[in-house]
């Protein structure tokens, strides 16, 4: 009988080990992702609230539910749950490689919280991201984001093969979504999106995000799929937004086209394949896409407020605003930005793909295992 016991008990650990996270993950997952749109549209609308206003609620809760995730993971891990996939240690504490990365992004965004309070009394409340603490905050949500990406590797939860994959694509969506998110006023409103520093912005994040991507989603179309997938969710959290009458972000920026030249380029071979090539590719898709969709759906000019009801948030987006009549998408800006973009697209695209390759998936038959 007690032969017969043990292996049921540890069976039931792994099981709790990893289930439990995977649904405190995706509950997270979905009120972080929300969470941050209504953010902005709360701040145009409203203003700045307090911290306790309800998006921020959902913010912060989300990414509790990521710290409860991994560690739950950890703690049944040290007692006795076998790691599945591969695994990250720190002297008696353990855990699934990618439930750890999420762990410690959890406890950098939370860390930067009472950083965002203390900032706010020195030096007021914030009219754009870009603050650090909002930049620290940035930065652990897309580590976060890596991590669940890494923990939907083969093996590491018992869910069906095709929704392994789709949620997989999905995290990876999700950096793509942190690093527009981050993209301050250009993420916020299509009006401020000039023809040089905007398309600039897009090489220096989105491409590290395709790349990883594309390692870990495999096959021909890789950023193609992740591309895809962060453009549709947007769409759909846009909606849902604009239903309940907030005022969602700017329409997604078109890198959806970007990624379908990179992943063209990358099946020829060859030299078509090199990092340069790449980038060249997809600054050349992506700032066509871009002037295309500036030139047959123009933004609207504004007309009063641009950014509700605080006069900073307002003098700040017409500051942008000026500089988009700067640098008009009918000139020769689009093209210089794809000629300085393209080495930056390459560079990013590299540290993505050795990314990758430092968190590749373990495809060991011991550690896709279930025990």
């Given at each position: 009988m007690a032969t017969i016991a043990l292996p049921l008990r540890a069976r039931r650990a792994a099981v709790s080990g990893t289930t439990i996270p995977l649904a405190l993950g995706l509950v997270g997952v979905a009120l972080t992702w929300f969470g941050a749109a209504w953010d902005v549209s709360w701040h145009r609308l409203i203003g700045r609230d307090t911290f306790w206003s309800v998006p921020h609620l959902f913010l912060y809760g989300g990414i509790s539910l990521w710290g409860l995730a991994s560690l739950v993971a950890t703690i049944t891990a040290m007692r006795g749950r076998p790691v599945r996939g591969r695994e990250l240690r720190v002297g008696p504490l353990r855990s699934e490689l990618g439930l750890a990365l999420v762990g410690i992004a959890a406890a950098i965004v939370i860390a930067s919280a009472p950083f965002d309070d203390a900032w706010h009394r020195m030096f007021g409340r914030d009219v754009d991201i870009w603050s650090p603490p909002h930049l620290a905050g940035v930065a652990g949500s897309a580590l976060a984001f890596v991590g669940w990406s890494v923990a939907f590797a083969p093996g590491v939860f018992a869910i069906p093969e095709g929704i392994r994959r789709f949620l997989r694509a999905l995290m990876l969506a999700n950096i793509c979504a942190v690093f527009v998110f981050g993209m301050n006023f250009y993420y916020i409103m299509a009006v401020t999106r000039e023809a040089f520093f905007y398309p600039l912005a897009v090489?220096?994040?989105?491409?590290?995000?395709?790349?990883?991507?594309?390692?870990?989603?495999?096959?021909?179309?890789?950023?193609?799929?992740?591309?895809?997938?962060?453009?549709?969710?947007?769409?759909?959290?846009?909606?849902?937004?604009?239903?309940?009458?907030?005022?969602?972000?700017?329409?997604?920026?078109?890198?959806?086209?970007?990624?379908?030249?990179?992943?063209?380029?990358?099946?020829?071979?060859?030299?078509?394949?090199?990092?340069?090539?790449?980038?060249?590719?997809?600054?050349?898709?992506?700032?066509?896409?871009?002037?295309?969709?500036?030139?047959?759906?123009?933004?609207?000019?504004?007309?009063?407020?641009?950014?509700?009801?605080?006069?900073?948030?307002?003098?700040?987006?017409?500051?942008?605003?000026?500089?988009?009549?700067?640098?008009?998408?009918?000139?020769?800006?689009?093209?210089?930005?794809?000629?300085?973009?393209?080495?930056?697209?390459?560079?990013?695209?590299?540290?993505?793909?050795?990314?990758?390759?430092?968190?590749?998936?373990?495809?060991?038959?011991?550690?896709?295992?279930?025990?």
């Amino acid at each position: 009988m007690a032969t017969i016991a043990l292996p049921l008990r540890a069976r039931r650990a792994a099981v709790s080990g990893t289930t439990i996270p995977l649904a405190l993950g995706l509950v997270g997952v979905a009120l972080t992702w929300f969470g941050a749109a209504w953010d902005v549209s709360w701040h145009r609308l409203i203003g700045r609230d307090t911290f306790w206003s309800v998006p921020h609620l959902f913010l912060y809760g989300g990414i509790s539910l990521w710290g409860l995730a991994s560690l739950v993971a950890t703690i049944t891990a040290m007692r006795g749950r076998p790691v599945r996939g591969r695994e990250l240690r720190v002297g008696p504490l353990r855990s699934e490689l990618g439930l750890a990365l999420v762990g410690i992004a959890a406890a950098i965004v939370i860390a930067s919280a009472p950083f965002d309070d203390a900032w706010h009394r020195m030096f007021g409340r914030d009219v754009d991201i870009w603050s650090p603490p909002h930049l620290a905050g940035v930065a652990g949500s897309a580590l976060a984001f890596v991590g669940w990406s890494v923990a939907f590797a083969p093996g590491v939860f018992a869910i069906p093969e095709g929704i392994r994959r789709f949620l997989r694509a999905l995290m990876l969506a999700n950096i793509c979504a942190v690093f527009v998110f981050g993209m301050n006023f250009y993420y916020i409103m299509a009006v401020t999106r000039e023809a040089f520093f905007y398309p600039l912005a897009v090489a220096l994040t989105i491409p590290a995000a395709l790349a990883f991507g594309a390692a870990l989603i495999g096959g021909r179309f890789g950023a193609t799929v992740t591309a895809a997938t962060y453009t549709g969710a947007a769409l759909v959290t846009y909606t849902i937004l604009a239903g309940g009458g907030w005022l969602a972000p700017a329409f997604p920026p078109l890198f959806l086209a970007g990624a379908i030249a990179v992943d063209l380029l990358r099946m020829r071979g060859g030299r078509l394949a090199h990092p340069l090539v790449l980038g060249a590719g997809f600054m050349t898709a992506f700032v066509v896409a871009e002037l295309v969709r500036m030139v047959l759906f123009p933004a609207t000019p504004p007309s009063g407020t641009g950014s509700g009801v605080d006069p900073r948030g307002t003098a700040l987006y017409y500051q942008y605003y000026g500089q988009a009549l700067a640098r008009p998408w009918l000139s020769l800006w689009p093209l210089a930005a794809a000629i300085v973009g393209a080495p930056i697209a390459a560079a990013s695209w590299r540290v993505g793909r050795q990314s990758a390759a430092v968190l590749a998936d373990d495809l060991h038959p011991e550690a896709l295992a279930h025990p």
